[in-house]
C-alpha cells in the first residue's frame, strides 16, 4: 500500500505535444539521416523548421529550443571527431535542478577536462538555469519543467531528429570520455542498459538509445504507458518493456515490440556505486544511485513533480540515503577533483580512490532477484529467455 500511496512519478506535465514526441517528419528515417555526411546531418538540423516546408507552426518553442541544443551538440562532436571518441551522431542528455545544482560546476569543470563537448542539459528550474549558462555552454543549456518524464520525452525528440542518445542521471561521475566505451559496447544492439553487480536489475541511470523506427515506437509506448500509470517506477516499466525481470499491469500484446538489447558492462566500466570488481583501468562511468530510485520506493521530498504522501519514517530514511550519496559526489565534484585528467586521477585524488576501493568485492556466485519484494516468490512461474544471460525464471 505504501509504494501505490508514495509513489506518484509525474504530475502530467509534459514540454512537448504528442505530436513533436511521436510524430516528427524524420522519426523513420534514422538510418538515412546517419548515412548522411555529418556536416549535411548537422545542417538540416540547424535548418529545420525550414526544411519543414511550414510544418514548424505545429511545434512549440520547447522543441525549438531542444532542437537548437541537439544541433549545436552535434556540431561541435563533428568538430572534435578526429579524436578517439569516433561516433559522430551520439548525444549526451542529462537533467538537474534543486539540490543537485550545486554539482552543475562540477558537471561542466568535468564535461571540459575530457573534452566532453556534445552534453546538452536541461535545467529544471531557474537557478539551474542561470548556473548552467555561467559554468557550462550556454547553447547547450535547455530549460525545462519537472517532471520525471523529461528523461524519456527530451530522447524521444533526440531520436526523431536522427541522434543516438546516451541519457545520465546527474547523479554520476565520469572517469574518462565514455563514447569509446560505448561504441565497443553497441555493436548492433540498439538499446543497452545500465545493470548492477549484485542484483538482477536493470538500471536505468544511464542507458543508449539508437535512432531507429523500432527504437523510437518502443520508447514511445514507454512513455505512454508511463503516462497513464503514475504510479509505477519508471525503472521497473522498462525493465517489463524489455520483458526481463519486472512485471507491470499491461498484457503482453499491449507491449511493442522489443529492440535488440543488452547490457553495459557491470563489473568495471560502467558502474553502480555498490560494488564492483575494483579495475580503475577501465572504469568509466561512475552511478551514485543517490535518492530512492534504488528501492524503488518512493522519491526525496524536494521533488516538486509530486505530492509530498510519505510517512516521516520514509521520508527520513529517504534522505538519509539521498545524503549519503550526495556527500560522495561533493568529495568526486571537488574542482582539484573533477579537473584531473583520467590518468591523474586515483593519483591526484587518492581520496575517491579509497571510497570506490571499499565497494570493491568478489564476482557473486549468483545475483540477488530484482523486484519491489525480492523475497516473495510468486504464486506462478514461467520461463522465458532473455537476450544475454540464461534462461531465468520469471
Known amino acids: 500500500m505504501h509504494h501505490f500511496t508514495s509513489l506518484r512519478r509525474h504530475g502530467f506535465r509534459l514540454d512537448f505535444t504528442a505530436k513533436e514526441l511521436g510524430g516528427l517528419p524524420w ?21 529545420y523548421e525550414d526544411s519543414m516546408r511550414g510544418a514548424s507552426q505545429a511545434f512549440g518553442d520547447s522543441l525549438r529550443a531542444f532542437r ?5 551538440a552535434t556540431a561541435n562532436e563533428v568538430e ?19 539540490r543537485m545544482n550545486r554539482f552543475i560546476s562540477g558537471w561542466a569543470l568535468r564535461a571540459k577536462t575530457l573534452g566532453i563537448v556534445n552534453l546538452v542539459l536541461a535545467t529544471l528550474d531557474a537557478e539551474a538555469y542561470e ?23 527530451l530522447l524521444l525528440v533526440a531520436l526523431q531528429l536522427g541522434l543516438d542518445v546516451m541519457w545520465l542521471d546527474f547523479d554520476i561521475f565520469l572517469v574518462r570520455h565514455p563514447t569509446s566505451a560505448i561504441t565497443r559496447a553497441v555493436q548492433d544492439y540498439e538499446l543497452l542498459m545500465g545493470y548492477d553487480l549484485d542484483s538482477d536489475c536493470l538500471c536505468n541511470g544511464f542507458f543508449y538509445i539508437r535512432a531507429r523506427p523500432r527504437t523510437h515506437r518502443w520508447l514511445f509506448e514507454l512513455v505512454r504507458w508511463l503516462y497513464d500509470h503514475p504510479y509505477e517506477h519508471d525503472q521497473r516499466a522498462m525493465g517489463a518493456f524489455l520483458n526481463y525481470t519486472e512485471k507491470i499491469s499491461a498484457d503482453p500484446e499491449e507491449l511493442p515490440a522489443v529492440p535488440s538489447w543488452h547490457v553495459f558492462d557491470e563489473e568495471n566500466i560502467f558502474i553502480n556505486y555498490g560494488s564492483w570488481l575494483g579495475d580503475f583501468n577501465q572504469l568509466t562511468i ?41 556527500s560522495t559526489m561533493d568529495s568526486f565534484y571537488r574542482p582539484e577533483v573533477a579537473s584531473l585528467p583520467p590518468s591523474e586521477l586515483w ?35 514461467r520461463w522465458r529467455r532473455c537476450p544475454f544471460r540464461r534462461r531465468r525464471w520469471r
Open 131 to 153: 548556473l548552467c549558462q555561467t559554468h557550462y555552454v550556454p547553447e547547450l543549456c535547455v530549460r525545462a519543467s519537472v517532471s520525471v518524464l523529461n528523461k524519456y520525452t
Open 80 to 98: 572534435a571527431s578526429s579524436d578517439a571518441a569516433g561516433n559522430d551522431r551520439l548525444v549526451y542528455v542529462t537533467m538537474v535542478y534543486g
Open 68 to 72: 537548437a541544443a541537439l544541433a549545436r
Open 27 to 47: 522519426r523513420d528515417l534514422g538510418a538515412w539521416l546517419q548515412s548522411l555526411p555529418a556536416a549535411q546531418h548537422v545542417s538540416l538540423l540547424r535548418n
Open 286 to 326: 561512475v552511478h551514485f544511485v543517490d535518492g530512492s530510485a534504488f528501492s524503488l520506493y518512493g522519491r526525496p521530498s524536494w521533488d516538486a513533480s509530486i505530492p509530498t504522501a510519505k510517512t516521516p519514517a520514509a521520508a527520513e530514511g529517504e534522505q538519509s540515503s539521498s545524503a549519503s550519496a550526495s
Open 347 to 381: 593519483i591526484g585524488a587518492p581520496q575517491v580512490s579509497a571510497l570506490l576501493q571499499q565497494r570493491i568485492v568478489p564476482k557473486p556466485e549468483q545475483k540477488q532477484k530484482c523486484g519491489i519484494l525480492p523475497m516473495v516468490a510468486p504464486t506462478k512461474q
